[in-house]
């Protein structure tokens, strides 16, 4: 994507989109909330959202150059592996602080998110290990995003014993999703989704929401939501919390693919949405006059680099000389 374009997207989606969708689910007074739509700490406001948003994206800005869908392997794993513990530790605020309390319900949702996250990760890598014969941390990284995600709506909201069967459906239904439908389906295939955020985050964050209004404890629903009758859970609500539940994923899904693409092509008339082919031969990186990793010979740059010789080609020549 231009980076102007991408500047310009950000703040647009934010405002027409994602404010959208976290007022009408969240605030006291938005219809989803008031219908008993439950969405703890962001499974459908963000989650399904940024999924949903991210696959209509990189449906208009096209995919990236042939070589690079080839072949795309990670640039640093053990960074990676970094990353993704930091994500799960800072995901312990994200579902812990839903209640704006050192609560109750916050001491379950931050039980439930770990719970869920950890036997979402073994039941990847167990797929992984049974269908590939081997585990991989990239896996071990999916299936815990697909564990955080799926629990997002849901943490303080269910039993432990529930978070565990959310995990085991988080590491399984996403995996087969992502490794099995993907590859057979036309449409995502044609789509470059480069971190299948449409899997870890899309199908996961609906996952969790549908799971929410099946595995959702009255008691539980008290602690965060008071005594809305609205909101009690499959015991006095039934199939009526499962139908309001499924009433949300698609009002998110639905304005996410319209004000994503309105956005889209509005910005197309302004500035380019897409990188030059030019562009994307030398790489997104090197447009701002740096690239982020040095792999070149002793660990020079390219001669364009901000950070490299001022005058690569005759330093080179000199070198050699």
């Given amino acids: 994507m231009n980076f102007k374009a ?11 989109s994602y404010t959208i969708g976290a007022f009408s689910l969240w605030s ?34 096209g995919p990236r150059v042939a070589k690079d869908r080839e072949r795309f392997p990670p640039n640093n794993i053990l960074l990676t592996l970094t990353g993704a513990g930091l994500l799960w530790l800072g995901w312990t605020g ?13 001491s379950i949702a931050i039980v439930n ?8 990760l073994l039941v990847w890598l167990f797929l992984d290990m049974f269908f590939f014969s081997k585990p991989s941390v990239i896996g071990a990284v999916q299936g815990m995003i697909t564990g955080l995600v799926c629990i997002t709506p849901a943490a303080g909201l269910v039993q432990p014993w529930a978070a565990i069967i959310m995990g085991v459906l988080s590491g399984s239904i996403p995996w087969f999703t992502m490794m099995v439908l ?12 480069t971190l299948a955020v449409f899997h870890t985050h899309g199908i ?25 009758p609205s909101k009690m859970g499959r015991a006095t609500a039934g199939l009526r919390q499962i139908g309001m539940q499924f009433a949300g994923i698609g009002f998110i899904l639905a304005l996410n693919v319209v004000i994503t693409s309105v956005i889209c092509l509005l910005i197309k008339l302004v500035v ?10 030398v790489g997104d990186d090197a447009i701002h006059g740096e690239d982020a990793y040095a792999v070149w010979g002793d660990g020079e740059t390219y001669e364009k680099s901000i950070h490299g010789y001022e005058n690569f080609a005759s330093a080179k020549a000199e070198e050699m000389a």
């Fill in 182 to 193: 993907h590859k057979k389906i036309q449409f995502l295939k044609k789509v470059d989704d």
């Fill in 28 to 61: 006291p007074n938005g219809f989803l909330f008031k219908a008993g739509v439950m969405d703890f700490a962001g499974g459908y406001v963000i989650h399904l959202s940024s999924g949903i948003a991210g696959l209509t994206a990189a449906y208009w800005v």
């Fill in 113 to 120: 998110t770990h719970l869920c996250t950890a036997t979402s």
């Fill in 94 to 106: 994200f579902n812990g602080g839903a209640p704006y309390a050192a609560n109750l319900a916050a």
């Fill in 272 to 281: 380019p949405l897409r990188l030059s082919e030019e562009e994307l031969q």
């Fill in 204 to 228: 996961a964050g609906s996952l969790g929401g549908i799971l929410t209004g099946i595995l959702a404890d009255p008691r539980l629903n008290r602690l965060f939501f008071g005594d809305d």
């Fill in 6 to 16: 991408w500047m310009l997207f950000v703040p647009l989606w934010l405002t027409f």
